[in-house]
């Protein structure tokens, strides 16, 4: 069974992989996109937590989109 974090990766990897015809940089804004769309608030808070946690099974790509999600949270 796949943990959270796991699972939180496997769907940005999967989005990302849908979007790749686009090339890498418009892959990543589309993919930050998305799931700034329809994520819910926790799950987007936990993917920028993990984006530079050692050990993450995250492509450089994905850990750019959970950097963008960081970017745009908003602060307390």
Request: hydrophobic fraction near 45%.
């Amino acid at each position: 069974m796949m943990s959270t974090d796991e699972r939180l990766a496997y769907m940005a990897e999967h989005i990302l992989r849908n979007f790749a015809t686009r090339g890498d940089e418009e892959a990543i804004e589309a993919t930050a996109e998305h799931i700034g769309l329809y994520w819910d608030p926790g799950m987007k808070a936990r993917a920028a937590a993990m984006a530079d946690v050692p050990g993450v099974p995250l492509s450089e790509a994905a850990r750019a989109v959970f950097r963008r999600l960081g970017e745009e949270q908003p602060l307390d």
